[in-house]
């Protein structure tokens, strides 16, 4: 079986922004706290981390990186082609 290298770029690109995203929406939502404590007690840890007040401008950076890295692996006349590819399978 081929990987075609352009696609696991972008399914890795997408799956981190979204992962960044969904962290974002647990600190706004302030459950990010609480699950932190509940993964370092499960593991007999203490915990040493302390999660800071939710900020916009500092929640959108990674997922811009994503998005970004997707322009750059995928430029414009590329991401149309492979869009349609996604929809014929």
Request: charged share 20%.
């Amino acid at each position: 079986m081929k990987v075609s290298s352009l696609r696991l770029a972008l399914v890795f690109a997408l799956a981190l922004g979204l992962w960044h995203a969904g962290w974002a929406a647990l600190v706004a939502a302030s459950l990010a706290q609480p699950l932190l404590n509940w993964i370092f007690e499960l593991h007999f840890l203490s915990q040493p981390f302390q999660v800071q007040p939710f900020n916009a401008v500092t929640a959108r950076r990674p997922v811009a990186r994503m998005i970004r890295i997707r322009r750059h692996v995928f430029p414009e006349q590329k991401r149309r082609r492979l869009t349609v590819d996604f929809i014929e399978r």
